[in-house]
């Protein structure tokens, strides 16, 4: 147990939904990572988070968004959800940064229909 | 922007085979980490590598990071079923940006 927690485990949605993705960072880590894994592929990086500051921006699409709230724990934001989205999608902590190690939740598994 | 390249993408080697998954960069790197993800899981972290020509043994698991700090290789002794996986490297591509490799997926026939 990496001590990272994501809920929901899975997702069944539609095209043009909205989900949100929750994601619980270890105890003491402040620093939040959004990855995004699709069939076969690596993993691509979305967006970090800071105690409660965004950081880091990868190829997020626009209507795709997240935060960090105080209590650290964050949510990845989806909208108007194509079948291309459908992926797994990984949350990961660290104690602050990207020069330490990563410890990753079990996914968010979503399946757009 | 930073390109990690891994190769090979695959290999299937009979246990009690050697492995080597190597790990490429455009640019010269301030560290690398290696993660490895089994199966149906969540990626987990193996080391961090941060001097030039460094080594690192993790039992059955060597790490080395080249002495231009562009590139790096994981090599696995005598192979088990229980390495079965995918290798990620992993760097950093900008502040506090930890990009991925693509990957090698390693399959262990016994």
């Known amino acids: ?113 | 922007g930073q390109q990690v390249m891994q190769i090979p993408q695959y290999q299937h080697v009979q246990e009690g085979e050697d492995f080597t998954t190597y790990c490429n960069s455009s640019t010269t790197l301030s560290n690398i980490q290696w993660y490895k993800q089994r199966p149906g899981g969540h990626p987990v972290f193996l080391i961090q590598l941060v001097k030039s020509g460094e080594v690192k043994k993790q039992k059955r698991l060597t790490f080395q990071f080249g002495e231009a700090k562009k590139n790096s290789s994981l090599h696995i002794t005598a192979t088990q079923t229980t390495d079965v996986g995918t290798y990620f490297c992993a760097v950093e591509a900008g502040f506090q940006k930890l990009v991925f490799g693509t990957g090698t997926r390693l399959l262990v026939s016994p």
Not at chain 1, 48 to 71: C, H, T, V
């Open chain 1, 1 to 113: 147990d990496s001590g990272v927690t994501q809920t929901p485990k899975h997702l069944i949605t539609a095209t043009g939904q909205r989900v949100t993705l929750r994601c619980s960072p270890r105890s003491g880590d402040l620093s939040v990572y959004w990855y995004q894994q699709s069939l076969d592929q690596g993993l691509q990086f979305l967006i970090q988070y800071y105690n409660g500051e965004e950081r880091a921006k990868g190829n997020i699409l626009e209507r795709f968004s997240a935060q960090q709230f105080p209590d650290l724990h964050s949510e990845l934001n989806l909208s108007s959800l194509e079948l291309g989205d459908s992926a797994l999608y990984f949350c990961a902590s660290s104690v602050s940064g990207a020069n330490e190690k990563l410890f990753f939740g079990s996914g968010t598994q979503l399946s757009v229909l």
